[in-house]
């Protein structure tokens, strides 16, 4: 519906640039109308007094309910035994007992005219839910992720679990234990022996730990480990399960291995000496994609630059030596300076970047 000052501007422009030799119609397609409207403004009042129809007195239809009609209908809809269910539930419940008021469509109209429509019952409206938590880490000992896994046995329906925790900048596998119940002591044990190890004790900022809605990760024993050692946990939003993707990742890479065994473990110890061997593998001899290929040891321990420089200058030469070999740079070997957990909020990302340099020119 166009306003009574924009029909005016646009009837000047047209008329203006009819005057000017444009063609009417074509003049019209480009203020948007077409050549009929513009017509009917100049043969009623649209010019003068704007369009009618918001101020329009349009007459009852002589078939529309009466007041004494509406007020029944809402009577009825609030019954008790009505109270919960939407007008297409009531409608067919009446014609059953005999009794037609009024159209299902008359029923609706009437409960939305009495904001009665929505949410009858006990249920609520949803809720959007909420933004996951963005992690940024641009050191090693920041942020750390855990998970829990199943490693089948021999004997069917007998698991062994695998506790991991993967440090999100490296992602060298920092802390593991294999048992053969999944018991929150077990899950507190490694939280300590690892803060421990990794020397988080004398750390000034400790780390996030992240972990899943699991009942382990999050029981009070676990949460009073945490507050101990001084670590934050972290958890992921409740039925989401791409959240803690990176150890996801990590145990699907872990099972695919070959020398994982396609019959299961035959026993506890089998299992630990399999997980430690992966974990040195991985660790150590593993070249991660997500990382340029370095080992995680290698960037956990800082040796992932002077690594990658020395790549960037071999294929540098190797450019010119035989330039017509490439028709752009050569690959990509820099050194990426933050892994993001969950990457929703960019601004969040920037200000840790500004911190981590702030850092280190003060260091």
């Known amino acids: 519906m166009i306003g009574l000052e924009d029909r005016r501007s646009l009837a000047q422009d047209i008329q203006t640039a009819h005057e000017a030799g444009a063609c009417l119609e074509r003049a019209c397609e480009v203020a948007g109308i077409d050549v009929r409207t513009l017509q ?73 005219a009495h904001g009665q429509t929505q949410r009858r019952g006990r249920a609520r409206p949803p809720r959007a839910s909420r933004p ?124 695919y291995r070959p020398e994982f065994p396609e019959r299961g473990f035959a026993h506890l110890q089998a299992a630990r000496q399999w997980a430690a061997d992966f974990v040195h593998w991985y660790n150590h001899e593993h070249r991660h994609s997500g990382i340029r290929y370095v080992t995680p040891a290698q960037r956990h321990d800082g040796l992932d630059r002077a690594i990658l420089a020395t790549r960037h200058e071999l294929y540098t030469r190797a450019r010119e030596n035989n330039p017509r070999r490439w028709s752009g740079g050569t690959r990509d070997w820099s050194h990426i300076k933050a892994v993001t957990l969950n990457p929703e909020r960019k601004e969040m990302i920037r200000a840790a970047m500004a911190r981590n340099d702030r850092r280190s020119m003060a260091a």
């Open 40 to 112: 009917r403004w100049k043969a009623g009042q649209g010019l003068q007094r704007g369009d009618g129809r918001p101020l329009a007195e349009r007459p009852t239809p002589a078939h529309a309910l009466s007041v004494a009609e509406r007020e029944q209908i809402v009577q009825v809809a609030n019954e008790p035994r009505f109270a919960d269910m939407p007008a297409a539930r009531i409608v067919p419940a009446l014609a059953d007992e005999g009794v037609y008021l009024a159209s299902e469509s008359s029923f609706q109209r009437v409960l939305r």
């Open 132 to 255: 996951p938590t963005t992690h940024v880490a641009t050191a090693p000992r920041q942020v750390w992720c855990w998970d829990m896994t199943y490693l089948p046995a021999e004997v069917v329906g007998r698991w062994f679990h695998l506790y991991l925790i993967l440090d999100l900048y490296s992602r060298k596998i920092v802390g593991f234990e294999v048992h053969d119940s999944d018991d929150a002591v077990h899950a507190a044990h490694l939280a300590k022996r690892t803060a421990l190890a990794e020397g988080i004790h004398a750390m000034a900022n400790k780390p996030v730990l992240h972990g899943d809605n699991g009942a382990t990760l999050k029981a009070t024993t676990v949460l009073a480990m945490l507050h101990w050692l001084g670590v934050k946990p972290s958890y992921s939003r409740p039925r989401v399960s791409d959240d803690n993707a990176f150890v996801e990742s990590l145990f699907r890479t872990a099972k």
